[in-house]
Structure formats: C-alpha cells, structure tokens
C-alpha cells in the first residue's frame, strides 16, 4: 500500500506516534488509508447537507475495511462572488483546490480517496487532481441544491 511508507518500518515510528494520537488504532494501522476530500462550506447553498455525507462516507469506507480521514478544500460561489471584485476569484480555485488535494494526498500517501464535491469550480479542481493523483477515486456528488426564497 503507498499508505506502508508513512506507518511501516522503525525510521516511521514518529509518523505512527502522531497517527496513534489522532485515534487510529493498531488494528486501523494495517487497513487502507483513505482520504474524504469534502468542498464543504456554509456559504454554498450546494452544500447544504454535506455534513450527513461526509460522516456517511466515513462509516462505508470504515465497513469495507478502510481508515477514512476527512480534509477539505476552500469554496466559492459563483452565484455570490458574480458582479463585483470577488468574480476574479472564483476560476483560481480550481486550479488551487487540485494543488491543495494533491499536496494533502501525496504528503500523507493516502491509498485511496473520496471527494465530496458539487459547485462548477470545485468539482473540475477535484477532477484535475484526481488525473494527477491516479488513485483509487471515488467521486461523490451532492445532487441539486435546493433553490431560495
């Protein structure tokens, strides 16, 4: 597993001290490591709900023999940032949120992730990072947002 070069062997007893104190046990040590990499934030209409989703990935990647590990990545929204200085912002993200995963994955040399995602920024960035990465990727998306009153 990639995830073996940051928890086996005596020169990765500091990397096990600090997993240990996160929660991982002995027993999670041995599983796959997986990221869930979730857009959330309040302030995107389309993630409403994505708090239920992060914890309902955890719990599968957990009952198919995994260890999730939850990250996430920053969020515009267009609807939002549209008509003022903020616009110039949101296309940027993609291409940061793809770094950002990528730095977090190949730093942490996770085996596998899952990306909750849904804004027309977010999941491109997502994407991009995914084709870079070439790992096992799962890609969730919330479905449609509901609309304002």
């Known amino acids: 597993m990639r995830s073996d ?16 104190a996160t929660g991982v046990t002995e027993k999670a040590m041995k599983r796959p490591f997986v990221a869930i990499i979730s857009s959330f934030t309040d302030i995107i209409p389309g993630h409403i709900g994505f ?9 599968g ?4 023999g995994g260890q999730a590990f939850l ?9 939002i940032a549209m008509g003022h200085k903020g616009m110039h912002y949101s296309l940027p993200t993609r291409d940061l949120i793809a770094d950002l995963i990528e730095c ?36 969730v998306t919330a479905g449609p947002m509901l609309s304002g009153r």
Do not use: Q, W
Request: proline share 4%; glycine share 8%; net charge positive.
């Open 104 to 139: 977090v994955v190949e730093a942490h040399a996770f085996d596998g992730m899952v990306m909750l995602t849904n804004c027309d920024k977010i999941t491109p960035g997502m994407l991009m990072a995914a084709a870079r990465l070439n790992i096992l990727t799962v890609v």
């Open 61 to 64: 990647i957990h009952s198919g």
């Open 71 to 79: 990250s996430s990545v920053p969020g515009v929204c267009d609807g």
């Open 51 to 59: 708090r239920d989703l992060e914890r309902a990935i955890e719990r």
């Open 5 to 20: 070069r940051i928890k086996k062997g005596i020169e990765r007893a500091p990397s096990r001290s600090l997993l240990y």
